[in-house]
């Protein structure tokens, strides 16, 4: 069984993007264009974020990213 080890400090939206801090100190953002539900949602709802352990939830589109797909798309950029 594989386990997280590095879990979100912050996420925040700015620019278009999604700014996700770790508690390690890294990090890393991503398009709102890369994720349809976030292309549409209006500036407000994105940037009502929530978090947890395993990802980041944005309760008035109903979305939910997964920490590790994100990191894993982060390390292929």
Known sequence: MNILI???TSATYASERIIVRMESGLEF???CAAYS???SA???QRANIELSPMG???PEIDEDLSIRALLREHAQQ
Do not use: A, K
Request: hydrophobic content about 25%.
């Open 6 to 8: 590095d879990t979100p």
């Open 42 to 44: 209006t500036e407000e």
């Open 56 to 58: 980041l939830h944005w």
């Open 29 to 31: 953002s991503f398009p």
């Open 37 to 39: 539900r976030l292309e």
